[in-house]
């Protein structure tokens, strides 16, 4: 459930994707790309939809002198103040969605979003947000499940999306994330596939144009 202010409220969800990222399989299994992505942060990091902190113990402490983590759902947040200790590096946690950031801008050296945007409720205006807290040739460091390359498969996600956006906390797993990145004006260093099949994961990183 979403409200007015950006707060969204799905607990079942949340227990259950606490549950399964604990899971040693889930855990290993994402751990490789995880560390890839954020291991590449550096300086002020904000990270959106922080979830439960799966990210938390990636950071580099020798690279990032802080971390802002920001999620709306209060079930995630709970969870992810939990991990606050095994944190390398110090991290404050807010609760706010990525369509209105409480900070000001050009703030940041680094925004690190994984396995989020499928499930922001307004794509274009979180990657707004993004683009105006971060400091000009500051980077975005994105690690998504999108829409397939693939027709039959995407026919797939697209009749997905209204079960999985009522049962996994609006996830969308149709979204052409990478397309809707270049479009909010971001320049492309970088984009990898990291998985395929019925959901692929691609690790993106990208910068905010110096002009
Ligand atoms: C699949 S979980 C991923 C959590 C964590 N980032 C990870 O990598 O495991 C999706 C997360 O996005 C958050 N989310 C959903 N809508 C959001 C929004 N509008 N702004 C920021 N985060 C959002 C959810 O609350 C949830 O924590």
């Known amino acids: 459930m979403h409200d007015d202010e950006g707060t969204i409220s799905y607990p079942r969800f949340a227990a259950f994707y606490t549950w ?3 899971r040693p399989l889930v855990r290993r299994g994402q751990e490789q790309f995880r560390r890839e992505c954020v291991s590449q942060a550096e300086g002020v990091v904000l990270e959106v939809g922080a979830g ?22 209060e079930a995630m947040l709970n969870v992810a103040r939990r991990r606050l200790a095994d944190a390398p590096v110090p991290i404050t946690l807010t609760r706010a969605a990525v369509e209105s950031l409480p900070f000001p801008d050009a703030s940041f050296d680094c925004v690190v979003a994984t396995l989020v945007f ?19 040739g500051g980077k975005l460091l994105l690690l998504e499940h999108v829409r397939s390359q693939n027709g039959t498969t995407a026919w797939i996600q697209d009749s997905l999306v209204p079960l999985t956006t009522r049962i996994m906390g609006n996830c969308h797993p149709n979204r052409n994330t990478q397309q809707a990145v270049l479009a909010a004006g971001f320049s492309l260093v970088q984009a990898r596939k990291v998985m395929g099949g019925l959901q692929p994961v691609v690790q993106l990183s990208v910068i905010r144009p110096l002009a």
């Open 20 to 22: 399964m990222t604990d």
């Open 52 to 73: 439960g902190g799966q990210n938390f113990s990636f950071y580099d402490a020798q690279r990032v002198e802080r971390v802002e983590a920001c999620e709306p759902d």
């Open 118 to 136: 499928c499930s922001v409720r307004d794509v274009e205006r979180g990657l707004g947000e993004v683009r105006r807290v971060l400091k000009p």
